[in-house]
């Protein structure tokens, strides 16, 4: 019994040992590659249809049929100039966070300068913060002031900011049943006062201008504060009418602008997107006389996420973000 017990401490100690030395080569792995820009990722669309195609024809056709298919390919090949279009893909969350991505990518297409006929956006968003929808969106109008036709093609749901972020194209295609609209503004403030009050806890804000903070999370909230936040969320919801109206004028403000959603079908009816298709069979219709891109610059996985350190980070982002939210005033599209 003692053997085993000195054994058992043996291996614990060892193990321990083990544990540290993979977490110091984790974080040190980690800090190396801080800095290091993520590739472009880029994939040549019509060669993949081709393969599949190519594929499934081997699989079901006999020789005679394959050999036919061969010599009237050989006989049709033309070399031509094809259009170039490129395709982005943006997955929001409420920060928006893969504007910066978006930006990425849109400044390495911006840079070929002649060489891109078509942008196409596959954006999926329910929306998020005013000020980071705001910014994915100049991203996109960035390709607009190049004169490059823009697309956007929603498969599931383009809401509020995400629907703020399509309106830039030229052009919104979307999905029978994919989720357009929500043209409004929410903002919610959670309010502890009665509770400080009655445990006897006192709680102070002092500003130094009668607007710097109107409604509070520990303070005693007045009607005047109230008054002043809801004018500043009309005054939000304004701009954001506003700036659908600019892009698309035969859209129904009065209409669509009370923050109600319309899937895909009944979007088209209002004006608030362009063509019912999903963004598989645009892409598709599209090889046909173009070469098509798609782009991508998605973060590297480092050997410290590997080893579950991002876990911990995530937790205290996780929180910091809940502090934030209850901390200051945000709207939200």
Request: hydrophobic content about 40%.
């Amino acid at each position: 019994m003692e053997f085993l017990a000195e054994y058992g401490l043996f291996l614990a100690k060892a193990l321990t040992v083990v544990i540290s030395f993979a977490l110091i080569i984790g974080i040190a792995v980690s800090a190396g590659q801080k800095g290091q820009d993520d590739k472009l990722k880029v994939e040549y669309l019509n060669k993949k249809l081709a393969g599949l195609k190519t594929y499934l024809q081997e699989a079901v056709l006999d020789k005679k049929q394959l050999k036919q298919i061969k010599k009237d390919q050989k006989k049709n090949k033309e070399e031509q100039d094809k259009r170039k279009v490129y395709v982005l893909d943006f997955n929001g969350d409420i920060k928006a966070t893969d504007s910066k991505q978006l930006k990425d990518e849109i400044t390495a297409l911006l840079s070929l300068k002649g060489h891109v006929d078509e942008v196409v956006v596959k954006l999926e968003s329910g929306g998020g913060m005013v000020h980071q929808y705001g910014y994915a969106a100049s991203q996109l109008d960035r390709i607009k002031k190049q004169g490059i036709p823009l697309t956007v093609c929603v498969d599931k749901v383009a809401a509020s900011g995400g629907y703020m972020m399509a309106v830039v194209a030229d052009k919104i295609i979307a999905a029978p049943f994919a989720v357009i609209g929500s043209i409004g503004v929410i903002a919610q403030v959670p309010n502890f006062n009665r509770l400080l009050k009655k445990n006897d806890v006192d709680f102070e804000v002092h500003t130094a201008g009668e607007y710097k903070r109107t409604l509070t999370m520990f303070g005693e909230n007045t009607d005047k504060a109230r008054e002043k936040f809801k004018e500043d969320l009309q005054d939000v919801h304004g701009l954001f009418k506003h700036f659908i109206e600019s892009h698309r004028n035969d859209v129904n403000l009065d209409k669509v602008a009370n923050g109600d959603v319309w899937y895909g079908q009944d979007a088209i009816k209002e004006n608030l997107i362009d063509d019912i298709k999903t963004s598989d069979e645009y892409l598709l219709q599209a090889c046909d006389d173009a070469d098509v891109y798609l782009l991508s610059s998605k973060k590297k996985v480092g050997l410290a996420q590997k080893l579950g350190l991002a876990a911990s980070v995530g937790i205290t982002k996780g929180f910091e973000n809940t502090i934030e939210k209850l901390s200051f005033q945000k709207w939200y599209l």
